[in-house]
């Protein structure tokens, strides 16, 4: 009898066999795989060879079947990749945690790659004590755990146009929700002693775009954290290892990375990224600006046009996302017929306070032609608008802040697409 | 004036300099590299030159500052790495979610690799119709996600016969906590019609270890998943991709990985890993079995024996995990005098059934001797026992199910150790 360990060390199944060293097993193999229908009264080549043991993947990665399970950037949307944006895959996840190797990323310098021992964040301005602290300085404040959404104020942009990209990775992907370790801002703020005069905080990046944006005092002391944990373990790069400012519901652009300096001060500072950008423009040519709260929002994930229906007619799960900057989801409609009627979908899980929600919609499909679409309604009441309630007020000058009801249109064959219905 | 753009395309900032395009910008990098002390007053060169771009990584990975930030596993503890541990670094971790690739894996027969288009799910046995499932038919039914800790039976195993392993990766860190994604086993049970005589499931890997548990089938009926997600993606390879049972506060072993069969009977099955394994040796001679549920357990993180007190005197955060297979955590105690005299720990981030609890204990440490110790109770009033209390009533053949208070010994350099006090 042949030892399993004839094909090792350090060889997988697949070298394993690739090596010609189990012809038969090759052969069996190769057939299964060839016949594309599945052979399943013959004993399968995973369960007669041993896998890889624990000595082989310190750090585990997704399984080789979940290749096309990235992020995506789009690149004509930008002039570069080092100021553009990665979207979540959000057809291809489930729950409300997204896993940090797929949480999108947006840079205006591209990712700043920082030895944590030689970062520091400063605190100064209308404070009694400056400080800069250096990272274990800040472990040594009380640690708080947060599960917060964070989306970009662009994302959905597009659509203010009509519908535009393909995909809720692109339509709504700039959206991703992790669990934060970190320390309150108002206990490092405390810390120097805001003077009186304080209303603002100024929170500045240390990358190439020393990304700045003023922060309202009164969030800054309500539940903003600086945060150097995401789902677990450390911060990646790219969400702005090692520290990031988390501002629960605002912006996304607001949740500086790679934060170096917080200086408080008695009125805003008029960045360009809070005057030429991140600004909603009327028509009447003014613009709306510190519009920070990103409004109720929902989104059907499945299906969706990466996600179509493959199984044809019958019982069919959908599902899909909502989130309010305004607290938490109290109910989700799902309509099938574009808006026409609308039933109550089940919002699964846990539902925390500005955070991704999970809802199912689970119907018999008879095979016609679906209209998808969710209507999300906040804690506080607020409803979920159509885009053509928002261009009504809004016009379509705008980039930022579209939280309009989304449609996928679904032909008989279960293939979805991107459409606006009046 | 240089334009970014000279050491791209595809050049990291590292490359650039290495490249020598801009020797000025070296200098000044390799001086504060060299000096150990942070020049701070002077522009970090991440701030000088971008970073990456998103088309550079669709699937994101830890920065390279923490490589240290690894499951491990301890070659002497069995005969071979497949069928081994690899434990989860939870002295590096915080809050409660286990990030996917760090989560502890364990095999006993390496982690097979299953094409999920060739997996299948069968029920059979007391059934009135038994069902052969594709990824595609479970995904048809309604979905669930549910925050549940995993342990193995084993972990602390080596604990029983006194202080053994340095740290609590491998003391403690057969253990993980994620969000599942899946369908309800009784929703699936239902749907085959379990037979009014079936009493216990036996639940089959598709590995080539072929594990095979029995689960009684009240708990099967009762909060059991079949799941296919973790942490909003799909299952990794060593945790069961494409399917793993998931049984709720119950050993580790029991959730079978790459689930490839249900069988539906009248009577434990008698399978190896619930008579020579998995069972407790009593001083009597006898074995106590179906030992299922996980007691009261809980393990300081921060400090510990990888993870020692670096800063010296003065505030102190003390962290670390706690969670019962009996409900939620009511409270957790904290002594820095092994014993003598106990705090409450401060209980931070969402409070879930069956999942982990993260608490934390600030003080301020007047450079002595410490002797940290935690004791967690339950929402049933299950006190979390000493390893002498577990000891008098099991005596010292076990190898499974302990869950006794552990100590760390912290000298006045801020060196942890692991010790046990009587």
Chains 1, 2 share one sequence.
Not at 53 to 59: A, F, I, K, R
Not at 188 to 213: C, F, H, P, Y
Request: aromatic share 10%; with cysteine.
């Amino acid at each position: 009898m042949r030892k399993w360990t004839d094909g090792r060390p350090g060889a997988s199944r697949r070298s394993f066999l690739k090596a010609g060293l189990a012809g038969g097993a090759a052969l069996a193999a190769s057939k299964a795989q060839a016949a594309g229908d599945p052979v399943i009264t013959e004993v399968q080549d995973w369960n007669r060879y041993p896998g890889d043991g624990v000595d082989v993947h310190p750090y585990g990665m997704p399984s080789q079947f979940e290749a096309d399970v990235v992020r995506r950037n789009v690149a004509w949307l930008t002039a570069d990749p080092i100021s553009s944006i990665n979207f979540t895959p959000l057809h291809s996840l489930d729950g409300i945690i997204t896993p940090n190797g797929l949480c999108f990323e947006r840079h205006h310098a591209g990712a700043a790659v920082i030895d944590p021992k030689e970062h520091r964040l400063m605190i100064n301005g209308l404070v009694d004590k400056p400080l800069i602290f250096t990272m274990e300085d800040l472990k040594r404040f009380p640690r708080y755990n947060r599960v917060y959404f964070l989306e970009c104020a662009a994302n959905s942009g597009m659509e203010w146009r009509g519908a535009q990209l393909n995909g809720c990775q692109f339509t709504h992907g700039m959206l991703h929700c992790v669990m934060y370790t970190g320390v309150l801002l108002k206990d490092i703020l405390n810390e120097a002693g805001v003077k009186t005069s304080g209303k603002w905080v100024l929170a500045e990046g240390a990358d190439a775009s020393a990304m700045t944006r003023s922060i309202p005092l009164d969030k800054a002391m309500e539940d903003c954290m600086v945060a150097f944990g995401q789902n677990g373990e450390a911060l990646r790069t790219e969400q702005g290892y090692p520290l990031r400012l988390v501002v629960p519901g605002f912006e996304g652009n607001m949740w500086v990375k790679w934060l170096r300096r917080l200086e408080v001060g008695d009125e805003p500072w008029q960045q360009r990224e809070e005057t030429s950008k991140y600004t909603d423009l009327l028509p009447n040519g003014k613009a709306r600006r510190f519009t920070f709260a990103m409004d109720v929002k929902s989104v059907i994930t499945n299906p969706s046009p990466q996600a179509p229906i493959t199984h044809g007619k019958g019982r069919t799960v959908l599902t899909g996302l909502a989130w309010s900057g305004h607290g938490t989801i109290k109910r989700v409609d799902v309509s099938i017929d574009g808006g026409r009627n609308w039933h109550t979908a089940r919002i699964d899980g846990p539902s925390l306070s500005l955070a991704l929600h999970r809802f199912y919609y689970e119907f018999d499909w008879d095979g016609s032609d679906l209209y998808l679409q969710s209507r999300a309604i906040d804690e506080k009441g607020y409803v979920q608008p159509t885009k053509n309630e928002l261009r009504a007020t809004r016009g379509e000058n705008s980039i930022y802040h579209n939280n309009g009801i989304q449609t996928w249109y679904v032909n008989k064959d279960g293939v979805a697409e991107n459409v606006e219905v009046s």
